[in-house]
């Protein structure tokens, strides 16, 4: 069974970090450029940081740039992505999605839509 599964979101006070993950089952994720995308209520979804197969490229949004690194290890078939600095417009949503043919980062954090997998997301909240 294809999965994606995110984990490690949560409350977390402004300035604060987090290290989210996806676990990739039932297939290689070295195989895929990988992107973290957000929603928040009443917004479109938005690709927060992606990454190439071979992570050779990233692109982050420009509203999260210098805060958030987005990192995989294909050994442990799991992509990470670091929040630094946490502000309240951070809190959403956070999804996970992977595609094989989409070989560029900044292409991948561009799709929103047309994504071969996408996981069921973990909440991030950012609140004193």
């Known amino acids: 069974q294809v999965q994606l599964v995110e984990s490690w979101g949560g409350l977390v006070q402004p300035g604060g970090s987090l290290k989210l993950s996806c676990a990739a089952s039932g297939f290689n994720l070295d195989a895929y450029t990988i992107g973290w995308f957000r929603q928040a209520p009443g917004k479109e979804r938005e690709g927060v940081a992606c990454?190439?197969?071979?992570?050779?490229?990233?692109h982050y949004g420009d509203s999260v740039k210098g805060r958030f690194t987005i990192s995989r290890d294909n050994a442990e078939n799991t992509v990470y992505m670091q929040l630094n600095n946490l502000k309240p417009e951070d809190a959403a949503v956070y999804y996970c999605a992977a595609d094989v043919l989409l070989v560029d980062a900044q292409a991948m954090c561009a799709m929103t839509v047309g994504i071969d997998y996408w996981g069921k997301g973990t909440l991030v909240t950012v609140s004193s």
């Open positions: 990454i190439s197969r071979g992570a050779s490229s990233t």
